[in-house]
């Protein structure tokens, strides 16, 4: 247990429909991230949170849909995925930069397969 | 650009051997540097972390890691593996004024009997 809960575990989804991914954390942390994991490529930053502020997008299709409600939940909402959205989506948190002991910590991840 | 490198691809090593493992990073500053470790289906895990002052670093799980600046290098070892130690390893890398956390492509690790 990292203090960084994702949920769901698994999802299967429709081309056509709407899910979202929810990721929470209790370390007090500033910092929230989405990354995509997806096979044989490193791992992709998708959307960068701190203090409810987004401050990194990088690039990522309209059809992902980050929300910051508070610093301690970060959704990602989903619509009209397509087959390579398929991968693992990982969440983290972190202190944000200039901070001491500035690592992320990361969820479980949420395997999602786009049919 | 900013990269890091980890120029294995795959490991395999037998229970009770030495594993290294390889990372160089390519950044205009010194940057924060990290290993995780990933089993399957499995979240990243934080082994250690180097950010300034000793070059050798220890962690979780018997790891320890060597900052070598001169050849821009964060090299993970472990004495002596264990089967489970079997995962997927990931180097990465932060500069102190950022928030983008990159990571090297990974290294998985088979540990035979």
């Known amino acids: 247990e990292t203090g960084v809960t994702q949920t769901p575990r698994h999802l299967v989804m429709g081309m056509t429909n709407k899910k979202s991914l929810k990721c929470e954390q209790h370390?007090?942390?500033?910092?929230m991230y989405w990354y995509k994991q997806s096979a044989k490529k490193p791992l992709e930053l998708m959307f960068v949170?701190?203090?409810?502020?987004?401050?990194e997008n990088n690039s990522v299709p309209s059809r992902f849909s980050p929300e910051c409600p508070n610093s301690s939940h970060l959704f990602l909402h989903l619509h009209t995925l397509q087959p390579e959205d398929s991968a693992l989506y990982l969440c983290?948190?972190?202190?944000?930069?200039?901070?001491?002991?500035?690592?992320?910590?990361f969820g479980q991840g949420t395997r999602l397969t786009v049919v | 650009a900013q990269s890091v490198t980890q120029p294995d691809i795959h490991i395999t090593v037998s229970e009770g051997a030495s594993l290294e493992l390889r990372c160089n990073y390519s950044?205009?500053?010194?940057?924060?540097l990290f290993w995780y470790v990933q089993s399957p289906g499995q979240g990243l895990q934080l082994l250690l972390k180097?950010?300034?002052?000793?070059?050798l670093v220890q962690g979780i799980k018997g790891f320890e890691a060597e900052f070598k600046r001169s050849q821009s290098s964060f090299n993970l070892r472990k004495p002596s593996v264990h089967w489970s130690d079997a995962a997927e390893y990931f180097c990465?890398?932060?500069?102190?004024?950022?928030?983008?956390?990159?990571f090297g492509a990974g290294t998985t690790v088979t540990v035979r009997a």
């Open positions: 983290a948190s972190s202190q944000g930069p200039g901070q001491l002991n500035t690592e992320a910590f």
């Open positions: 370390l007090g942390h500033n910092a």
């Open positions: 949170y701190s203090l409810e502020e987004r401050v």
């Open positions: 950044y205009g500053a010194t940057p924060y």
């Open positions: 180097y950010f300034s002052g000793d070059t």
């Open positions: 990465a890398a932060l500069l102190s004024n950022d928030y983008k956390l990159s």
